[in-house]
């Protein structure tokens, strides 16, 4: 057991945290940084190098290992910095299951942010039983023709691309008649419209296809393999890792620390209570998450295992956000735009997002713990 | 960096797993067993235990990690060696004497939690103070300094009734007690910050075993048990909290490890914090599942002869033990809010 950088790793977090300290003041963060803030951070960190540690160098990554997406996430959140790029586990995708020409042809535009992706999973009959997907994918010639609707898709309506699940042979067993597409989202018969979640905002679209033309080379993995990639996804988007929660909480904590110390009246018990556990939950999910990218890089990771760094980084999204609701008083209540308030709302989409908390703890109990199913 | 147990910790934990089998309280399967410490203590010789753990002043330490391994695998099937007591508590604390302790079987007493305050017939409680035969104890003078005592076996009271069953709990009076060194320098003041970052692990560590042996066994009930005609675990009402459960079992878990870790490599402001969130959070979380435990098994869950209370009441016991969560987190904030988290941040220790 060793959570001690070696010489290369203590180096790169050297360098990390002058290039880091050198970029403030940041750009104001908060639990949902406004997609054009997190762009320009997304093409400063790239400008850098610091995007695609650990992708391969011949798709535009720097082929480190992965303890070096760890030690990033480390010095953005300690700095209070704004946090890594959210869709970076969709490149990975793309690296792992596309062919020689897909992998040249969309990781590297996916990595330089100049091609933004979107995830075409959830339906309106489709949420927790995500493999009952409806949408329909019908060969026709050399391509196939796409129809449905999708929901709760993350910036759907900026997307250029969509990584889009359907179903393509209605006959065969429910977890194998699915399929993964890449869809250029300017095709004919795309339409999206971003619709308006309980913060206000309109972060989530639906996506409609009426009939969209996608060539069979477009296909990522195996036609009837979608479920194989669909997982696959799931488990790096469950993993605090990828999606930049963990930098943007702890960035959080930096940031409270800082206003309860400039502030010494604010420091009750209540409050230093309230966030010392806020902060504990986030040190938690901090040490859990390098422990499982560890263990990813290794080759030696359950996918199950995702389930838990979920619930985990469910619980500090939470605790992280009731915390500071308490540590602050009642005055965020005043303001529905405000960061506490914003936090508050954001954070209970952490139950449900990415697979509910409850699909997590069934898939803990039966794969982890050998429960019987239900 | 490696996020994972060497090799030969795990053998390490296998033969404490395997020393379990022997001299566990709990034999895994709901049972108990009377064991005594004598027993325990005597079974466990062969291992070695005591030398795991190297807490020199004004050197390096080693074995942290190691001695986390050993007390959550101890905790885990209930062997009641005094291990946390006498080789986490007390032997770096005699270690400040020098070598005027060798030899002796030490429990410690000091005031770690402010229960002996409530004792008028007691200045501190030895706890886990199986097989001691000498005590040594911390304190704080009228100037506000600290020193260390040691006190005969003599001024040692009868032992206490105590909740936890599992080990043994006694009063001290510190009147007899002689000095035997103050705790004066730069290097005696770290020595005493990191030996208690170590016992908040310890505990921390002890707490990890409580939980995952009570769920364990929780688990294997829920796999087995029937009810309307099937097994109670493929009940969502059942199977999630064990699921909740065991998330937390795997953050305090890592959390603990990272304390030991950093009780050996970090400083001692890095080792204390990393601490206060094992234990904090390890009290917390443990109340909750032990609690859980016991409903998970229904009726049986509440007789004596199950198992689920021994877990219950250590749970409780340590978690008041060196002070719960409340405190913990609040300490823990107080230090993020004065020196910044920028002071403890990651990665500030040196390369491995």
Not at chain 1, 205 to 227: K, T, Y
Not at chain 1, 350 to 355: D, P, Q
Not at chain 2, 139 to 150: A, E, V
Request: hydrophobic letters at 45%; one cysteine or more.
């Amino acid at each position: 057991m060793d959570f001690g950088d070696s010489a290369e790793h203590a180096a790169f977090r050297s360098r990390v945290r002058a290039w880091i300290d050198a970029r403030r003041p940041f750009p104001a963060t908060g639990s949902e940084t406004s997609e054009a803030q997190l762009d320009e951070w997304h093409a400063a960190l790239r400008a850098e190098g610091l995007v695609g540690l650990s992708l391969p160098t011949d798709v535009g990554g720097q082929g480190l290992d992965i303890m070096y997406e760890n030690i990033l996430l480390e010095e953005l959140g300690a700095a209070g910095a704004p946090p890594i790029w959210r869709r970076g586990y969709l490149a990975r995708t793309l690296d792992r299951f596309g062919t020689a020409e897909q992998r040249i042809r969309f990781v590297p535009p996916a990595l330089a942010g100049t091609e933004k992706w979107c995830q075409g999973f959830s339906e309106p009959e489709a949420g927790s039983d995500l493999a009952s997907v409806r949408t329909r994918a019908v060969q026709d010639g050399a391509g196939y023709r796409i129809s449905g609707q999708k929901v709760w898709t993350s910036g759907g309506h900026r997307a250029d691309w969509c990584l889009l699940l359907a179903r393509t042979d209605p006959d065969a067993r429910k977890h194998a008649g699915l399929t993964c597409f890449l869809v250029d989202m300017t095709s004919t018969g795309v339409l999206a419209r971003p619709f308006r979640q309980l913060t206000g905002e309109n972060y989530f679209s639906e996506l409609f296809f009426d009939d969209v033309l996608v060539p069979a080379g477009n296909i990522l993995g195996e036609a009837g393999g979608g479920w194989r990639v669909t997982a696959a996804i799931l488990s790096l988007e469950r993993g605090p890792a990828d999606i930049g929660f963990l930098s943007d909480f702890q960035s959080a904590v930096v940031a409270t620390a800082r206003a309860l110390a400039s502030r010494p009246g604010l420091q009750t018990p209540d409050a230093m209570l309230a966030f010392g556990r806020a902060a504990a939950s986030v040190e938690l999910l901090r040490l859990r998450a390098a422990e499982s990218l560890y263990n990813r890089g290794d080759g030696d990771w359950d996918p199950a295992e995702a389930s838990v760094d979920k619930l985990l980084m469910a619980r500090a999204d939470q605790e992280l956000a009731n915390g500071l609701a308490e540590a602050f008083g009642p005055a965020w209540l005043l303001e529905s735009g405000g960061d506490v308030t914003s936090r508050y709302l954001w954070s209970r989409a952490a139950t449900i997002r990415g697979g509910t908390a409850e699909i997590q703890r069934t898939i803990v109990a039966t794969r982890l713990l050998g429960l019987p199913r239900g | 960096v490696r996020i994972r147990l060497t090799d030969e910790q795990s053998l390490l934990q296998a033969s404490i797993r395997a020393l379990g089998h022997k001299a566990g309280i709990s034999l895994g399967t709901g049972a108990w067993a009377d064991v005594t410490p004598d027993d325990a203590i005597d079974a466990a010789a062969p291992i070695g235990l005591g030398d795991i753990l190297q807490t020199p002043v004004g050197a390096p330490w080693s074995g942290c990690v190691e001695a986390v391994v050993v007390a959550s695998e101890l905790a885990r099937q209930l062997v009641p060696v005094p291990y946390l007591g006498s080789s986490v508590m007390a032997a770096p604390l005699a270690a400040l004497a020098g070598s005027e302790l060798a030899g002796a079987r030490v429990a410690t007493a000091s005031d770690l939690t402010g229960w002996a305050a409530s004792h008028d017939a007691a200045d501190a409680i030895a706890w886990d103070s199986a097989g001691g035969t000498s005590v040594v104890a911390l304190r704080r003078d009228s100037s506000g300094g600290l020193s260390l005592l040691q006190a005969p076996w003599s001024s040692v009271l009868p032992e206490l009734d105590a909740t936890d069953l599992t080990r043994r709990m006694r009063l001290v009076r510190l009147d007899e007690a002689r000095p035997l060194a103050p705790v004066r320098g730069e290097q005696a003041r770290e020595h005493i910050v990191r030996w208690r970052a170590l016992i908040l692990t310890g505990v921390a560590a002890d707490l990890v075993g409580v939980m995952a042996g009570a769920l364990a066994i929780a688990a294997a009930h829920a796999r087995t048990r029937r009810q309307f005609g099937r097994a109670i675990g493929s009940f969502q009402a059942v199977a999630h909290p064990l699921a909740e459960h065991h998330v937390s079992v795997q953050a305090a878990r890592i959390a603990t490890y990272y304390a030991a870790w950093t009780v050996e490599h970090g400083s001692p402001a890095q080792a204390l914090q990393a601490a206060r969130v094992a234990k904090a959070f390890a009290s917390e979380a443990s109340r909750a599942a032990t609690e859980a435990v016991v409903q998970v098994h229904g009726g049986i869950g509440f007789t004596w002869e199950h198992s689920a209370h021994l877990f219950l009441r250590r749970a409780a016991f340590d978690r008041g033990l060196l002070a719960d969560e409340r405190v913990h987190y609040r300490d823990y904030a107080a230090a993020l809010c004065s020196t910044g988290p920028g002071a403890t941040r990651p990665g500030a220790t040196g390369p491995s």
